[in-house]
């Protein structure tokens, strides 16, 4: 083995960089960085979200320039405050005013693929046993007529009916929310708790009505689903409605919200 190692040799005159510090041909002939005579804020400082970052987790289009300084996240703080928690989301994700402003600006063009996209979520929760035998429970809200076997469960049943009410409204929602406004965010949470067996909502608790119990899993490969739905729909918008360069944008942005609503779920699941 000390044979094998022998013939290396470690170049210590060579200097230290940060992995992610932007180089080019002055940097390379001097060994000491030279330090920003200003600072400009970033996108992220400019958003509705209480944290701000000097990083540069918004620029997608050059080489990535080391973090001024490395926020601190307090980890126990962000599983019991939903608002430190949103600021952590939106911020790491860099979701601004532009991602809402875009997500506004396509939402009409957008809002009549919602019927056909719950349907077909609808379809493909039941082409698996265990995506579809979730529906042979009552669900909160209803009273209706339920099946007595598997078989019997259709797409028209009185339940799939009305779970497909509230999946629309959600899509519009995400479509149309005010993400400046925590009532939004509080809504997503609520909609992941919901998911988990245990009902966020009082009224639901008194009357004894049990809430829906889906494994995350599922949950997650839903949301995926969804969000190449809304992907494909964002990308056909015609041109003179939406320029190529703003679907390109919107598309990002409602991958952002999908994703903290994703972790609006997995949070009540795993308890991270």
């Known amino acids: 083995m000390e044979n094998h190692f022998s013939g290396l040799t470690l170049d210590t005159t060579e200097p230290l960089v940060c992995p992610f510090q932007r180089s080019n041909a002055s940097e390379k002939s001097s060994s000491s960085p030279v330090p920003s005579s200003s600072h400009s804020p970033t996108e992220t400082e400019t958003s509705q979200t209480p944290l701000h970052s000097s990083s540069s987790h918004t620029d997608?289009?050059?080489?990535?320039?080391?973090?001024?300084?490395t926020q601190e996240v307090d980890p126990l703080l962000i599983k019991t405050s939903l608002d430190d928690r949103i600021a952590y989301l939106t911020d790491?994700?860099?979701f601004t005013s532009r991602d809402s402003d875009l997500i506004s600006k396509i939402a009409p063009s957008v809002h009549d693929a919602i019927p056909a996209m719950v349907d077909g979520m609808y379809?493909?929760?039941?082409e698996f046993d265990i995506t579809k035998k979730v529906f042979m429970t009552r669900n909160q809200g209803f009273d209706g007529p339920l099946p007595?076997?598997?078989?019997?469960?259709?797409?028209?049943?009185?339940?799939?009916?009305?779970r497909k009410v509230f999946m629309k409204a959600?899509?519009?929602?995400?479509?149309t929310a005010?993400?400046?406004?925590?009532?939004?965010?509080?809504?997503?949470?609520?909609?992941?708790?919901?998911?988990?067996?245990a009902s966020p909502f009082k009224h639901q608790r008194t009357m004894g009505i049990a809430p829906l119990n889906v494994p995350y899993r599922d949950i997650a490969l839903m949301l995926g689903w969804i969000q190449t739905v809304l992907h494909s729909a964002i990308l056909q918008i015609p041109e003179d409605k939406c320029p190529m360069s703003e679907k390109i944008e919107a598309v990002a942005a409602i991958s952002k919200v999908l994703w903290i609503q994703n972790d609006l779920f997995s949070r009540h699941y795993i308890g991270d």
Not at 170 to 175: G, H, K, T
């Open 148 to 162: 007595q076997t598997l078989e019997e469960l259709s797409l028209d049943s009185a339940q799939i009916i009305f």
């Open 60 to 69: 997608y289009g050059g080489q990535s320039a080391c973090p001024v300084f």
């Open 123 to 126: 379809a493909k929760l039941f």
């Open 178 to 197: 005010d993400y400046s406004n925590g009532k939004t965010w509080a809504y997503m949470d609520k909609v992941g708790i919901m998911h988990t067996g």
């Open 170 to 175: 959600w899509a519009r929602r995400v479509l």
């Open 92 to 94: 790491f994700l860099g």
